[in-house]
């Protein structure tokens, strides 16, 4: 007899049907359940059944693509939002089998698709949003430690898990520990940083308020961490020498950990006041004086480069939880205020920022405008340190963004002190303005603070001359001045000069600008000129129209027409997003004024080019939707509009919603609704997420997209 041992029978074969069976099986608890209540009836569960089936078959491909996984989403949820209505109709309030089962389903597949597509960082962007939407804190939470785990450089995810924690499980150690590591790996991230910060005065600010709700005060905590004390002495009293020994020994280790451990051991017993013994009363002071967000704050600054906008990003969050509740956040602001002005580069504007939360932290009318004026003193005293130019520009800064808090006035007397208060700072820069332009180039808000300063209390003369100045400054072809300055100065005009001088002064600028963008060689560079030239032309375009200037469309056009939109198309690059947003809002604007004939042969420039960016397309669709709705686009330009229709979309339609919307929406204006169909079909197979295409498809066909 043969002693081998029999051989292992072979495993059953598990093949493409079978999973799919397995699947079909799974939904015979929601179908009953459908049957039950008798939500759907039998060939509407036939047809579920059927969809479903064809989309397992999709899924269980050896190669499903990511478009599969979103329109059986997109089934799944549209199935959950008529269940919801037929359950209302029939009276159905709570839960029922059908509502888990189907949840569990939607959960299924996401799980799957985010095993096959682990790096697509928006699908589980879409996940978290779906288990926050649907209250799965549990599924949250899962989901959140996946996408780390996955993708341990992106800051959101962190953010998101660390929030979820605070905010949900209501675990304070466990959102800073997230913060913590992601900190460690992104050290150089602001974002965490500030994040960090919050949360640390978040934590301080529920501490303040737990011990006011419990009426603990300071004087109480000194009283208990005495006692506390006593009991510890007397435990010490009576142990042996071994356990002093081993206090001796553990001490010695402390002594030899770094600097950093050190650190930590600051921040834990800050976090934990009643571990410190004898010393709780004044670490507890030390906590609700903010001591962890200093200390994060300078952590921060060290370790990642910020410049001054982040760090003012600080000091809003401060803002934020004080409005909330109050803390003691004094010591806090005194260090961000040392910091800012040690290591800003914008010495005067960082101080008129400071001033300006000082300004409104008072509240009576004639305090606030003793605060401004000794603020605009200082800064004028302080002119040396810096230059002037910068002194007079962050005046004016000081005193437009102060008058806005001063919206509300007691009485007659109060609003003649604040008028009288903004106009002595207006003459102070208006006698100085001409002088601070030899210590270098005011930015864009600086100009438009100054006039709106200068308009603002009547000084029209002072105003004229500050166009001139912007304008002659402007025309040099080697002057730094922005563009932008000009936008500024533009917007103002019709209000400081006459209707026949302020056209005039627009050409002129347009010209100034145009002569200068000339000669820049990149994308980048003519960016902020063609948004300035453009938003002045267009500006142009209704003066003159007012002022019944016949040239009016050929002289504001002329430099847009052959310098910006010409130069933009040769140095045209997708990934310059910026300066094409610049110039199509801008020429859209433009267009809503322009003479079909114009607009069409700028559009016809804007396509010219080989890579023709979505913003463009959009200006294009978005100017012959409108002719199509007014009844104003030829017979003859039908072709050519869905030549472009179709090229836009195929060139973009994978990314960008908007070419389909605009797609779309041109064929219902020109009553085409077959032709509009076969379009979103072609959207659901092309674009990224078929069930954002669905929803906008029902939009646009119902008459709600605006």
Same mark, same amino acid.
């Given at each position: 007899?043969?002693?081998?041992r029999?051989?292992?029978?072979?495993?059953?074969?598990?093949t493409?049907?079978?999973?799919?069976?397995?699947?079909?099986?799974?939904?015979?608890?929601?179908?009953?359940?459908?049957?039950?209540?008798?939500?759907?009836?039998?060939d509407?569960?036939?047809?579920?059944?059927?969809?479903?089936?064809?989309?397992?078959?999709?899924?269980?491909?050896?190669?499903?693509?990511?478009?599969?996984?979103?329109?059986?989403?997109?089934?799944e949820?549209?199935?959950?939002?008529?269940?919801?209505?037929?359950?209302?109709?029939?009276?159905i309030?709570k839960?029922?089998?059908?509502d888990?089962?189907?949840?569990?389903?939607?959960?299924r597949?996401?799980?799957v698709?985010?095993?096959k597509?682990?790096?697509?960082?928006?699908?589980w962007?879409?996940?978290?949003?779906y288990?926050?939407?649907?209250?799965?804190?549990?599924?949250?939470?899962?989901?959140?430690?996946r996408?780390?785990?996955?993708?341990?450089?992106?800051?959101?995810?962190?953010?998101?898990?660390?929030?979820?924690?605070f905010?949900?499980?209501r675990?304070?150690?466990?959102?800073?520990?997230?913060?913590q590591?992601?900190?460690r790996?992104?050290s150089?991230?602001?974002?965490?940083w500030?994040?960090?910060?919050?949360?640390?005065?978040?934590?301080?600010?529920?501490?303040?308020?737990?011990?006011?709700?419990?009426?603990?005060?300071e004087?109480?905590?000194?009283?208990?961490?005495?006692?506390?004390?006593?009991?510890?002495s007397?435990?010490?009293?009576?142990?042996g020498?071994?356990?002093?020994?081993?206090s001796?020994?553990?001490?010695?280790?402390?002594?030899?950990s770094?600097?950093?451990?050190?650190?930590?051991?600051?921040?834990?017993?800050?976090?934990?006041?009643?571990?410190?013994?004898?010393?709780?009363?004044?670490?507890?002071?030390?906590f609700?004086?903010c001591?962890i967000?200093?200390?994060?704050?300078?952590?921060?600054?060290?370790?990642?480069t910020?410049?001054?906008?982040?760090?003012?990003?600080?000091?809003?969050?401060?803002?934020?939880v004080?409005?909330?509740y109050p803390?003691?956040?004094?010591?806090?602001?005194?260090?961000?205020?040392?910091?800012?002005?040690?290591?800003?580069g914008?010495?005067?504007?960082t101080?008129?920022?400071?001033y300006?939360?000082?300004?409104?932290?008072?509240?009576s009318?004639?305090?606030?405008?003793?605060?401004?004026?000794?603020?605009?003193?200082?800064?004028w005293?302080?002119r040396?340190?810096?230059?002037?130019?910068h002194?007079?520009?962050?005046?004016?800064?000081?005193?437009?963004?102060?008058?806005?808090?001063?919206?509300?006035?007691?009485?007659?007397?109060?609003?003649?002190?604040?008028s009288?208060?903004?106009?002595?700072?207006?003459?102070?820069?208006?006698?100085?303005?001409?002088?601070?332009?030899?210590?270098?180039?005011?930015?864009?808000?600086?100009?438009?603070?100054?006039?709106?300063?200068?308009?603002?209390?009547?000084?029209?003369?002072?105003a004229?001359?500050v166009?001139? +100045?912007?304008?002659?400054? =402007? $025309?040099?072809?080697d #002057?730094?001045?922005?563009? %932008?300055? &000009?936008?500024? /100065?533009? *917007?103002?005009?019709?209000?400081?000069?006459?209707?026949?001088?302020?056209y005039?002064?627009?050409c002129?600028s347009?010209?100034?600008?145009g002569?200068?963008?000339?000669r820049?060689?990149?994308s980048? +560079?003519?960016?902020?000129? =063609? $948004?300035?030239?453009? #938003?002045?032309?267009?500006? %142009?375009? &209704?003066?003159? /129209?007012? *002022?019944?200037h016949?040239?009016?469309?050929?002289?504001?056009?002329?430099?847009?027409?052959h310098?910006?939109?010409?130069?933009?198309?040769?140095?045209?690059?997708?990934?310059?997003?910026?300066s094409?947003?610049?110039?199509?809002q801008?020429?859209r604007?433009?267009l809503?004024?322009?003479?079909?004939?114009?607009?069409?042969?700028?559009?016809?420039?804007l396509?010219?080019g080989?890579?023709?960016?979505?913003?463009?397309?959009?200006?294009?669709?978005?100017?012959?939707?409108?002719?199509?709705?007014?009844?104003?686009?030829r017979?003859e330009?039908?072709?050519?509009?869905?030549r472009?229709?179709?090229?836009?979309?195929?060139?973009?339609?994978?990314?960008?919603?908007?070419?389909?919307?605009?797609?779309?929406?041109?064929?219902?204006?020109l009553?085409?609704?077959q032709?509009?169909?076969?379009?979103?079909?072609?959207?659901?197979?092309?674009?990224?997420?078929?069930?954002?295409?669905?929803?906008q498809?029902v939009?646009?066909?119902?008459?709600?997209?605006?």
């Open positions: 007899r043969s002693l081998a029999p051989a292992r029978a072979p495993a059953p074969s598990y493409m049907a079978d999973r799919v069976q397995e699947a079909r099986e799974a939904m015979l608890p929601e179908i009953l359940d459908y049957r039950k209540h008798e939500l759907f009836t039998e509407e569960l036939r047809k579920i059944i059927a969809e479903r089936t064809n989309f397992e078959y999709k899924l269980v491909r050896r190669a499903p693509a990511v478009a599969d996984f979103q329109r059986y989403l997109a089934f949820q549209q199935l959950a939002r008529l269940r919801a209505l037929r359950k209302k109709e029939h009276g309030r839960r029922i089998r059908a888990i089962e189907g949840e569990k389903r939607t959960h597949i996401f799980d698709m985010l095993r597509f682990k790096a697509e960082e928006s699908l962007l879409q996940y978290m949003e288990c926050r939407s649907h209250g799965a804190k549990r599924a949250l939470g899962r989901a959140s430690a996408a780390i785990q996955h993708h341990p450089r992106n800051v959101a995810f962190w953010i998101n898990a660390a929030s979820y924690e905010e949900h499980n675990n304070v150690e466990a959102a800073r520990a997230l913060l590591r992601a900190l790996i992104n150089d991230t602001p974002d965490l500030i994040e960090y910060f919050r949360l640390e005065l978040l934590y301080v600010q529920k501490i303040a308020m737990r011990r006011r709700v419990l009426q603990i005060s004087q109480e905590t000194g009283e208990a961490s005495t006692s506390r004390e006593a009991a510890g007397d435990a010490s009293r009576g142990s020498d071994d356990n002093g020994a081993a001796s020994d553990g001490s010695d280790d402390e002594a030899d770094d600097s950093s451990d050190n650190e930590d051991e600051k921040l834990r017993e800050y976090a934990e006041p009643s571990r410190s013994g004898s010393r709780a009363s004044s670490t507890m002071e030390d609700l004086r001591a967000p200093r200390v994060v704050f300078s952590k921060a600054v060290q370790e990642c910020m410049d001054t906008s982040c760090v003012i990003r600080f000091l809003s969050c401060i803002d934020e004080n409005e909330f803390i003691d956040t004094n010591v806090l602001e005194d260090t961000i205020y040392a910091y800012l002005l040690n290591h800003s914008h010495v005067a504007h101080r008129a920022e400071l300006l939360r000082s300004v409104r932290g008072v509240l009318t004639s305090e606030r405008c003793v605060a401004l004026r000794s603020a605009a003193e200082d800064l005293r302080a040396a340190t810096f230059t002037q130019g002194a007079c520009w962050s005046m004016a800064w000081l005193a437009v963004e102060s008058s806005r808090s001063f919206t509300e006035f007691q009485s007659d007397d109060e609003r003649h002190e604040v009288a208060c903004l106009t002595d700072i207006a003459n102070i820069v208006g006698r100085n303005f001409m002088a601070s332009l030899d210590g270098g180039e005011p930015r864009a808000s600086d100009i438009g603070a100054i006039l709106e300063l200068l308009c603002g209390v009547g000084d029209l003369d002072s004229r001359t166009l001139h +100045a912007i304008l002659s400054r =402007a $025309s040099d072809p #002057a730094s001045l922005p563009p %932008a300055s &000009l936008s500024y /100065a533009g *917007s103002v005009v019709p209000t400081i000069l006459p209707l026949s001088d302020a005039a002064y627009l002129d347009v010209t100034a600008l002569n200068r963008a000339a820049c060689q990149t980048s +560079a003519l960016g902020p000129f =063609a $948004s300035a030239m453009i #938003a002045l032309s267009a500006q %142009a375009v &209704l003066v003159g /129209a007012v *002022s019944n016949d040239n009016t469309l050929k002289n504001a056009i002329q430099h847009i027409r310098v910006v939109v010409r130069k933009a198309v040769h140095h045209c690059v997708v990934e310059d997003l910026d094409w947003h610049h110039l199509c801008g020429t604007e433009l809503r004024h322009a003479a079909p004939a114009v607009a069409a042969h700028s559009i016809g420039q396509l010219s080989t890579m023709v960016a979505a913003e463009v397309y959009l200006v294009a669709l978005h100017y012959y939707r409108e002719a199509a709705e007014s009844s104003c686009l017979k330009d039908v072709n050519r509009v869905r472009i229709s179709t090229a836009a979309c195929e060139a973009h339609g994978s990314e960008h919603i908007d070419v389909w919307v605009e797609r779309v929406r041109i064929e219902l204006a009553g085409n609704r032709r509009a169909a076969d379009i979103s079909q072609q959207a659901l197979r092309s674009y990224k997420n078929p069930q954002e295409w669905t929803v498809f939009m646009i066909t119902r008459g709600r997209l605006g």
